[in-house]
């Protein structure tokens, strides 16, 4: 497809479950961002790559909180143990080369920890 | 304070009225500035940039005031189509400029 897609749109974890979630942005986009939003906020940043490298993770709320892109396209967001409060949205987006402004965002992956 | 700031909303309207929403800024070197609209339970979608000397796309003007660092979104002739929630976007400065730093958003309902 053209756009950045996301997998899974849903996923329901028990607490203390691991999860992966799947980020494939358009293609040729060397950027890429992981944002969280929470119900009723703005997306938080999480985690930012320049093609394979992960040039910012400061957004990252703990170490149980990973992120990967080893070929530099596909990304995966993994959240180890999970907890009540990582129940969120997981949006993924991806920016063109030479781009200071626009992000594609992907329909995001829904979590909810019970 | 947090780095970007809006209107907590939610704004109620009827169609044909013209809103204004209103955002500001902490970063007073921040580089760049934009309006998302987000749709419930979608995606983000870039609605405009803005710029200082202000711009307008048919029914929707920005402007950018970096002395006051404030931020103001305009609809005129609200259509039912406009009801979603809108976020102030904000870069980072210098070396931090790829960063995208989203306000809490306002929602607008336009009512027939």
């Known amino acids: 497809g053209a756009g950045v897609s996301q997998s899974p749109r849903y996923k329901v974890a028990k607490r203390g479950q691991d999860v992966a979630l799947r980020c494939d942005p358009i293609?040729?986009?060397?950027?890429l961002f992981w944002y969280q939003q929470a119900l009723g906020q703005g997306p938080e940043f999480l985690t930012y790559?320049?093609?394979?490298?992960?040039?910012?993770k400061s957004g990252l709320p703990s170490d149980r909180f990973f992120a990967e892109r080893p070929e530099g396209s596909v990304s995966t967001l993994k959240i180890q143990r999970t907890q009540q409060e990582d129940s969120a949205v997981y949006l993924c987006?991806?920016?063109?080369?030479?781009?200071?402004?626009?992000?594609?965002f992907g329909e995001g992956s829904r979590l909810t920890v019970l | 304070r947090k780095e970007v700031e809006q209107d907590p909303g939610p704004f109620n309207v009827p169609e044909g009225a013209t809103v204004a929403f209103n955002c500001t800024y902490s970063?007073?070197?921040?580089?760049?500035f934009f309006w998302y609209r987000q749709d419930c339970r979608k995606e983000p979608k870039l609605l405009m940039s803005?710029?200082?000397s202000g711009n307008e796309d048919g029914r929707f003007t920005a402007q950018l005031n970096r002395a006051s660092q404030y931020i103001s979104l305009l609809i005129r002739d609200s259509k039912l189509s406009d009801s979603a929630t809108y976020l102030c976007?904000?870069?980072?400065?210098?070396?931090?400029?790829?960063?995208?730093?989203f306000g809490k958003g306002t929602l607008l309902t336009v009512n027939p």
């Open positions: 987006a991806s920016r063109a080369t030479g781009s200071t402004g626009e992000l594609f």
């Open positions: 293609s040729g986009h060397v950027s």
């Open positions: 790559f320049q093609n394979e490298a992960q040039l910012d």
């Open positions: 970063n007073s070197a921040s580089q760049s």
């Open positions: 803005v710029y200082s």
């Open positions: 976007v904000v870069t980072g400065s210098g070396g931090s400029n790829y960063k995208l730093t």
